[in-house]
């Protein structure tokens, strides 16, 4: 329809839709007196109907000519109005004007900007009753790829921010609209959005910070825009809101500040932040590609470690994965700084009261990326997350020793030493819970160690290490007495041989020491029995806990009968260890025994033994050295038979020589056999040569 020309001049009409601003202008003013005498008239519903018209025929034309006079008309309806009765007309006007933010003429665009803003320089605060569908349009529009046009957004958002700082704002009103948009992309847009974040946080009473989570990630993804002032816009902004949520802790923690007397007043309490919400928002930014984006979002977790504390405990988990994938940055800077951060959660873990369960799911992600990720410092961290976490809910990781013990036995082998050495202590710690878990758990280490010699070559020594220093040592000797007897002949030999270096040398081992070397009970002498059964897998082993025992004539008979037994080089080269054992301050009992032969006949003979055993090297020397300093050999022949309490102990010697000459023979046995197996696989004999043989 066309506008009624009984209330407007055909040459106003014709004049808003000229091509030369001037003469649009010019239409303008002549339209403001007609619309001010028409409300003077209080004939609004002529003002209604020119209103629509001019949307109708103007704002909606698709002659760019037409839409700028209808733009310009807007602005002159609203002057004409004026403040007493534009009330009435608002719902008309504003939103085709803001509707005109689309327009495809960028000249067009402008014009709505500057028709928006001389409205809002009339209706002041009125303008705020759009300030969502204001606040939509100026976001697209510092999209815009035109100059002028982002000029006229500039001098909209100024107006519009210059009349709120007058008015008390509503910041609930904003929170959607900064949320919904924060995400945006385009560099204009963002710049429009930090801008207004900022313009909200310097206000004086507006709790902007009390509603950061909703828009946290997006000022975090803006850290790696191209747009320098982009990136110091963003950075000054979140170094603001850490200051105020480190101040409002300590206003929080300190009593002394708040007001006593109006403490029920919400005014005068520290804004309540959801520290939870927080930490999870910036843990997603720890691992960006972005550098500083990385390390400011370490920077917000280090804070927010010290000042959330327990609060953070259901999101400990989440940010030992996080951080950790930090430890494996390209960055040297971000490598330390995540370092520094993973101790503080392991600091937050061990100090703070736990009464949260643990949540299996995210512990299962956790061994995923233990199982996943080869960096030490990734598998280190975990690995001492969950020593923290077993001895913070020691029931809870007991009950998951099944779910935890096979992928890290999977990765054992893969593992460097220090690795390696927290796999064991966490096992051990959890298994610990339990006698028979203790045993299955040794059993699975000796059932995965025996199936790779390798790997019982590189990490044999610490896993017994571990197992004695994390468990109950007695208790790990008498579980490897029961269990060795299933295992081949020389993969316990080798664990017979580390047990016994640990029994010799290792202070923690110093009770079950002095129970074999005292044999004083029913119960001492039953641990040298069970001990004794299983070290019979390794010559120099049995030998050694023979001499720590006293049991000096049972040590001379195992020798002599050693005789007939064809016993392997590399058992013969390890006797270097005997030889340093009996070198060493404990047993130094045992030298001065050497002084007196007529009381310990056997112990003479069986050096003299040794030394017809071992190859002429420089232990051979060393023992042959201190022989020479106590007797000569001439003296054997005058020794009595039997000496002082050598029977008084009530064991069955016997019983026990046999079963040393019947494990050695196997371990001949199967030693020899290993060899000619090697010896086919490497071609040096052929499988009719290796049955003969």
């Avoid at 520290?270 to 500083?292: A, F, K, N, R, W």
């Avoid at 512990?363 to 990720?373: G, T």
């Amino acid at each position: 329809a066309k506008m009624n020309e009984n209330i407007l001049p055909s040459s106003l009409r014709n004049g808003l839709s000229d091509k030369v601003y001037l003469k649009r202008k010019n239409s303008a003013y002549e339209l403001q007196y007609i619309i001010a005498d028409l409300v003077a008239e209080e004939t609004y519903d002529k003002v209604h109907t020119i209103i629509m018209n001019i949307k109708v025929d103007y704002l909606h034309s698709v002659n760019k000519y037409e839409r700028a006079g209808g733009l310009i008309a807007y602005s002159a309806i609203v002057l004409g109005t004026g403040l007493n009765s534009i009330h009435r007309f608002m719902d008309e006007i504003i939103p085709p004007i803001i509707h005109c933010f689309d327009d495809p003429e960028a000249r067009n665009r402008y014009y709505a900007c500057e028709s928006l803003y001389n409205i809002a320089g009339i209706i002041d605060t009125m303008i705020l009753d759009y300030i969502g569908e204001i606040f939509h349009g100026l976001c697209k529009l510092y999209a815009d790829p035109d100059d002028d046009v982002i000029l006229g957004v500039q001098i909209v958002d100024r107006i519009i921010k210059e009349i709120l700082t007058s008015e008390e704002i509503n910041i609930d009103l904003f929170i959607p609209l900064l949320s919904e948009r924060i995400q945006i992309h385009d560099q204009g847009c963002r710049q429009f959005l930090i801008g207004w974040v900022m313009f909200l946080d310097s206000i004086p009473n507006v709790d902007l910070i009390r509603h950061l989570p909703k828009f946290l990630d997006g000022l975090f993804k803006m850290l790696s825009s191209d747009e320098e002032d982009i990136r110091r816009n963003v950075d000054s902004c979140l170094d603001s809101f850490l200051t105020q949520i480190k101040q409002s802790a300590i206003s929080w923690e300190d009593k002394s500040l708040w007001n006593t007397d109006e403490f029920e007043s919400e005014m005068v309490r520290p804004p309540i932040i959801d520290y939870g919400q927080v930490t999870e928002i910036t843990l997603h930014h720890c691992v960006s590609q972005d550098q500083y984006t990385s390390l400011t979002s370490l920077l917000w977790i280090s804070e927010l470690i010290k000042i959330g504390k327990e609060q953070l405990l259901s999101k400990i988990t989440q940010m030992v994965l996080q951080v950790l994938k930090c430890t494996f940055y390209k960055s040297a800077r971000i490598i330390q700084e995540a370092s520094s951060v993973f101790d503080s959660i392991l600091g937050l873990a061990k100090s703070t009261p736990w009464d949260i369960d643990i949540n299996f799911e995210e512990l299962e992600m956790l061994l995923d990326l233990l199982e996943n990720e080869e960096a030490v410092s990734i598998r280190r961290g975990i690995l001492q997350f969950n020593i923290v976490l077993q001895s913070k809910h020691p029931k809870q990781m007991f009950e998951m020793f099944e779910f935890f013990i096979t992928p890290l036995l999977n990765i054992l082998h893969q593992s460097e030493e220090e690795v390696s050495y927290y796999i064991i202590e966490l096992l051990s710690k959890i298994a610990g819970e339990n006698e028979i878990y203790f045993t299955q758990l040794m059993q699975a280490l000796f059932d995965h160690l025996s199936r790779n010699m390798e790997l019982m070559d590189s990490h044999g020594r610490l896993v017994i290490d571990c197992l004695c220093k994390f468990g109950d040592p007695e208790e790990v000797f008498h579980v490897c007495a029961n269990i060795l007897e299933f295992y081949n002949p020389l993969f316990s030999g080798k664990i017979i041989s580390i047990l016994n270096d640990l029994l010799f040398t290792s202070d923690l081992l110093f009770p079950l020491r002095k129970k074999i070397r005292m044999l004083d009970s029913e119960e001492h002498i039953n641990l040298f029995i069970d001990l004794y059964r299983s070290w019979c897998n390794d010559i120099n082993s049995v030998l050694s806990i023979c001499f720590l025992s006293k049991s000096y004539k049972l040590a001379y008979s195992l020798i002599i009968n050693c005789g007939p037994i064809e016993i392997p080089n590399h058992i013969l080269d390890r006797m270097n260890t005997l030889i340093y054992f009996l070198e060493s301050p404990i047993l130094t009992s045992l030298r001065l025994h050497l002084i007196e032969p007529d009381k310990y006949p056997n112990l003479l003979r069986c050096m003299y033994g040794l030394l017809a055993f071992l190859p002429q090297d420089e232990y051979f020397s060393i023992l042959s050295n201190r022989m020479d300093s106590i007797s000569p050999v001439g003296i054997l022949n005058m020794l009595p038979t039997e000496g002082i309490h050598e029977d008084a102990l009530g064991i069955d010697y016997e019983d026990l020589i046999n079963h040393f000459v019947q494990v050695q023979k196997i371990q001949s046995k199967y030693y020899f056999a290993e060899q000619r197996k090697k010896m086919m696989r490497e071609g040096r004999i052929s499988e009719h040569e290796m049955f003969r043989l």
